[in-house]
């Protein structure tokens, strides 16, 4: 049972009664007078368990951008009703509008929109549906939740996508697709062409030269039809936050980028996400279906507060990958993980495959050096207060440990590319297309 603004103006037109008849029995009896109206408001008012309610289907949204959330109220009763609805969703699912009035005549139905602009990306869930029924009087209302399940998916946002058509121009090059062709070597035997200065040597061919009797040398086309694997780590190292955005979600982004890139370039891609056990694996032949099948798979997926398994993340990659392959493995460059489980089984991933750590750096701690670091003039320690200089000092430290880290990696043949967030995506992708060019994956 709810009460409305008219039972408080009710009572309070009562009370009012004491100053013109100040009779304590006059206002008692105004009270409950006030009470029973009320009470038989209430008893007068259709049940809300009689009214049904269902929820059309909620449609993803990359995260930032609105999606629409709509319900179906139907009144089967022979009785008009007047209610408030209110449509809960969890804070993250940031629902606007999510109150309405309405009336429903005998056997109509009619429909409430909720607009739902997400904060965070996954699966974002309804809590109830609360309806008011106001009685006749409309001084009280009977009231009830129901569960009306809901979901809306919150993709990732894939804020790399602006880098997509530049890079699609650098493999047309490389593709020899373009106006300019580029004569980088590949694996693929394209055509033969007369020699000109400047052209490598080694790709002379002698014997055709023979037969024309003049110089003559192969061109090749980029390596196509590729395998690229990409696994995600999503551990604990993954779950902490740099610019406000977690490790993960700057991963996801980085991965979408060269997961629609080799897409186009004619590559196989294939997707590994988890930690101690593989949540999630997307492979797909067809170029389109790629990008969707990513997103929808990296949408719910939450760090977990546990440490990589790498061996059983390695073997996992070995058991579906036979040929040779460029194996990405998206993980923070953290010293402690990556020596204690990654690096004793680097090398069975190096001996048969080409492999590259993306990691994602941390721009505080170059911010948090000595200005020395920098240039500044003025770097004497006295310049600085204690607490900026054991920052510095931490940071140092840090940095130092991450690039011996690397080192360790690149002793293994791993290539390290440890980029802040917003240049991660497209390091990699070039990284990515300098293989391609020299024919090495």
Request: with cysteine; net charge positive; glycine share 6%.
């Amino acid at each position: 049972m709810a009460v409305t603004g008219r039972f408080v103006a009710l009572v309070a037109a009562g009370t009012a009664l004491l100053l013109i008849w100040p009779q304590a029995m006059l206002v008692r009896g105004w009270w409950v007078l006030s009470v029973a109206l009320a009470l038989l408001d209430v008893a007068l008012a259709t049940s809300p368990g009689r009214l049904s309610a269902t929820r059309s289907p909620v449609e993803p949204v990359r995260l930032g951008a609105s999606t629409r959330s709509r319900l179906t109220v139907t009144n089967p009763t022979r009785r008009q009703v007047r209610m408030q609805l209110r449509d809960a969703w969890q804070p993250s699912a940031g629902a606007h509008h999510d109150r309405s009035q309405m009336v429903l005549h005998p056997g109509r139905s009619a429909t409430f929109d909720v607009t739902l602009t997400p904060t965070r990306r996954g699966d974002r869930l309804t809590d109830r549906l609360t309806v008011r029924v106001f009685g006749p009087l409309g001084l009280a209302a009977r009231q009830r939740s129901f569960d009306v399940p809901g979901v809306a998916r919150a993709l990732p946002p894939f804020h790399s996508r602006k880098h997509l058509p530049s890079l699609l121009a650098e493999l047309r090059q490389l593709d020899g697709r373009s106006a300019v062709r580029t004569r980088g070597q590949g694996t693929e035997f394209d055509s033969l062409r007369d020699y000109v200065e400047g052209d490598d040597v080694r790709s002379i061919d002698w014997r055709a030269s023979a037969r024309r009797q003049q110089v003559v040398v192969r061109t090749w086309q980029p390596e196509r039809d590729r395998h690229v694997v990409l696994v995600l780590d999503t551990s604990r190292t993954s779950a902490g936050r740099i610019l406000d955005m977690p490790r993960l979600d700057s991963a996801m982004d980085a991965a979408l980028l060269l997961g629609a890139l080799a897409s186009r370039a004619g590559d196989r891609v294939e997707v590994l996400i988890g930690d101690r056990t593989v949540h999630a694996q997307v492979r797909t032949d067809r170029r389109g279906e790629l990008l969707h099948q990513l997103v929808t798979a990296m949408a719910p997926v939450e760090p977990s507060l546990v440490e990589a398994d790498w061996p059983r993340l390695v073997g996992a990659v070995s058991a579906r990958v036979r040929r040779r392959a460029l194996v990405v493995l998206l993980t923070p460059l953290e010293p402690a993980a990556v020596e204690e489980s990654l690096l004793p089984v680097l090398p069975t991933l190096t001996h048969h495959h080409r492999v590259v750590v993306a990691s994602v750096q941390d721009p505080a701690l170059a911010a948090a050096t000595l200005p020395a670091q920098h240039g500044t003039a003025d770097a004497s320690p006295s310049a600085f207060d204690l607490t900026q200089v054991y920052a510095a000092a931490a940071a140092e430290q840090t940095i130092a440990a991450r690039a011996h880290t690397a080192e360790s990696l690149n002793r293994l043949n791993v290539h390290v590319v440890d980029e802040p967030p917003d240049r991660l995506p497209l390091a990699l992708c070039q990284h990515y297309l300098a293989l391609k060019a020299r024919g090495l994956l």
